[in-house]
């Protein structure tokens, strides 16, 4: 419904403004150079823009004490686009909630990353490799 998408896009904005914690739908914005320092992405099959954004974070706060600047992740006041497939299919509560799940797995450590993108997905463990983490991410 038109107003579970508009509190699912507030919601993400007050995490993303307060907790500096945009997702890669948000449109990351990044130098290159920045990009490359703190080594790109982790090579990991799903959260590796949580873990990018968490460690670009850690690296604005580490800065931040040694040079006396504050210095933080910026959030611009634009939208972006993104595809609302999965929030059509599974509904914003369920999919809001899934997501929330895999994120609390991941931070915590309780499931390897391969289980999570196979959770995420639907699909089986043992059917994931580096080469196919895009075919799956564009069926869904």
């Known amino acids: 419904s038109p107003i579970a998408v508009g509190l699912m896009k ?24 920045r990009f490359r320092s703190m080594g790109g992405f982790p090579a990991l099959p799903l959260m590796e823009d949580y873990a990018f954004v968490t460690n670009l974070r850690r690296a604005a706060l580490h800065h931040s004490l040694i040079n006396g600047r504050t210095m933080r992740v910026c959030i611009l006041p634009y939208a972006s686009r993104c595809a609302l497939r ?11 909630i899934s997501n929330q799940i ?5 931070v915590f450590g309780c499931m390897d990353p ?5 959770l995420y997905y639907g699909i089986k463990v043992e059917n994931i ?10 069926k869904h």
């Open 10 to 33: 507030m919601s993400t904005n007050v995490r993303s403004r307060i907790f500096q914690l945009p997702y890669g739908d948000q449109a990351i914005f990044i130098t290159a150079a």
């Open 102 to 106: 895999i994120v609390i797995l991941y």
């Open 86 to 96: 999965r929030w059509s299919k599974k509904g914003v509560l369920m999919n809001t």
């Open 114 to 118: 391969r289980r999570l993108f196979a």
């Open 129 to 138: 490799t580096v080469e196919n983490n895009m075919d799956e991410i564009k």
